[in-house]
Every structure is written in structure tokens, then in C-alpha cells.
């Protein structure tokens, strides 16, 4: 079954600490691994598209990486402004449906 | 980046009327645009796929019925939701996809989001 899995489910940081953010996911057919962020009561923003194993884009403090079973997105020297929920989502087919993550809720503390 | 608006932000209604939720995307063309619904603390979940020009597709266990679905247009789609019941409230959100051979990879296209209706029936 196609799945996609974000963990941790909330993360809490102080500013400064860098950390990392997981999606595993078990499709056949990747066509593209997708990162949003939300805040609340808003629609995703997007991030970054993936396509292939090794990829990475970076975007200010965050970075996102591809292999063949999982993605990270690596946040450096995370800013209160930083805290939101950020999702995962895979493409696995020309139609464009999308499969979401449940999320991970970062939250960043002065 | 490419700019998808919803219309309503909010919306409370009653129970038993019928609510319309419009999907615009402002500075592109789509062909095709997706409906998800999201309840508090968990995730999108996909309702269905709008096609401009035919019917949508619905994901299992969407009634097509309760909710409908019209992309009459290359830069619209709107969502109905008939006869609206308190279970019925949840956060919609549209997105719509860019056209073959615009983005970064033309086979799959870059989705971008509207900004969400919360619907709450009374």
C-alpha cells in the first residue's frame, strides 16, 4: 500500500538548534516528493519538488534531501518564525494526486 | 511562485443549505485542479480531481452527490457542499497544478495551494 510517514509528529527547539525533519514513504513510481509548510488556519505553502535519489534544494535555513525510501529536511539555525507544521507529500502518478504525511508541528522558542 | 485563491476564508452556515467554495488560480491556466478536505490536527486528505470541461473524480468514499464539483473554466473550479450537516465541517482547501512544460519537470508539474475555507455548520 502506497504510505507516507513524517516523524517526529512534533518537534520543539530553542533558536539555533538545527535539527532534521523524516519522510519515509513506500510508493511505486515516484514521480516527485513534495515539502509544504502550513500555518495555522492557512493552506500549504510550497517548499521544494524532488524528483530523484540525491537531490537537494536548499531555501535560507532549511534544505531538503532525496533517497530512494526517504527525504529529510534539514532546518539550520531555526528562527521562531520557523514554527509551523510542515508536510510531505509524493506524487506517484501523471495524474498529479498527491499522498500527504500526517505532518511534523515544529515549534521554535526563543 | 504561481497563485491559487479560494473564496470563501470562512463560512458558518446551517444545517440543511448548501455551501459554495470558489477555486481560482490568478496568474496560470489549470486543467486540472484537486479538492482536499483537512480536519483539525491531521492531514489533507484528497476528495476529488476537477477537470475543466468534464466530470470530476472522486476518491473512494467521497459522495459525488454531496459534494459538488464544477471546473467550468480554465482558472475556476468551485465546490459545493449540499446539504451541509455539522460532520460536514472541516478545512477545504484547492490546489491546482501547472501545465505540461511549465515548473521545473514538465511530466509532473509543481501543485500550489489556495488558502483554505473553513466551514463550520451549525
Known amino acids: 500500500e502506497d504510505q507516507v510517514t513524517q516523524s517526529p509528529e512534533a518537534l520543539r527547539l530553542q533558536e539555533g538548534e538545527s535539527s532534521s525533519l523524516n519522510c519515509s514513504y513506500t510508493?511505486?513510481?515516484?514521480?516527485?516528493l513534495f515539502w509544504y509548510r502550513q500555518d495555522p488556519g492557512k493552506g500549504p505553502e510550497f517548499l521544494f519538488t524532488?524528483?530523484?535519489a540525491g537531490e537537494e534544494k536548499e531555501k535560507e535555513r532549511l534544505k531538503a534531501t532525496l533517497t530512494k525510501k526517504e527525504s529529510f529536511l534539514h532546518i539550520t539555525a531555526p528562527k521562531p518564525e520557523d514554527s509551523a507544521t510542515y508536510l510531505c507529500?509524493?506524487?506517484?502518478?501523471?495524474?498529479?494526486?498527491?499522498?500527504f504525511g500526517q505532518g511534523t508541528e515544529l515549534s521554535v522558542k526563543p | 511562485g504561481a497563485v491559487v485563491s479560494q473564496h470563501p476564508s470562512r463560512v458558518i452556515c446551517k444545517s440543511g443549505t448548501s455551501v459554495k467554495i470558489e477555486c481560482r488560480s490568478l496568474?496560470?491556466?489549470?486543467?486540472?485542479m484537486f479538492w482536499y478536505r483537512q480536519f483539525p490536527k491531521q492531514s489533507l486528505m484528497l476528495m476529488a480531481t476537477?477537470?475543466?470541461?468534464?466530470?470530476?473524480?472522486?476518491e473512494q468514499g467521497v459522495e459525488k452527490d454531496k459534494f459538488l464539483i464544477n471546473h467550468a473554466s480554465l482558472t475556476l473550479s468551485t465546490l459545493t457542499v449540499t446539504s451541509a450537516h455539522p460532520e460536514d465541517s472541516s478545512f477545504y482547501i484547492c490546489?491546482?497544478?501547472?501545465?505540461?512544460?511549465?515548473?521545473?519537470?514538465?511530466?509532473?508539474?509543481?501543485?500550489?495551494f489556495g488558502e483554505g475555507s473553513r466551514l463550520t455548520v451549525l
Open positions: 490546489s491546482a497544478r501547472l501545465p505540461r512544460g511549465t515548473g521545473a519537470q514538465s511530466n509532473t508539474g509543481e501543485l500550489f
Open positions: 510508493v511505486s513510481g515516484l514521480r516527485g
Open positions: 524532488l524528483y530523484s
Open positions: 507529500a509524493v506524487q506517484y502518478n501523471q495524474g498529479g494526486k498527491l499522498i
Open positions: 496568474d496560470f491556466q489549470a486543467t486540472t
Open positions: 476537477s477537470n475543466e470541461g468534464s466530470k470530476a473524480t472522486y
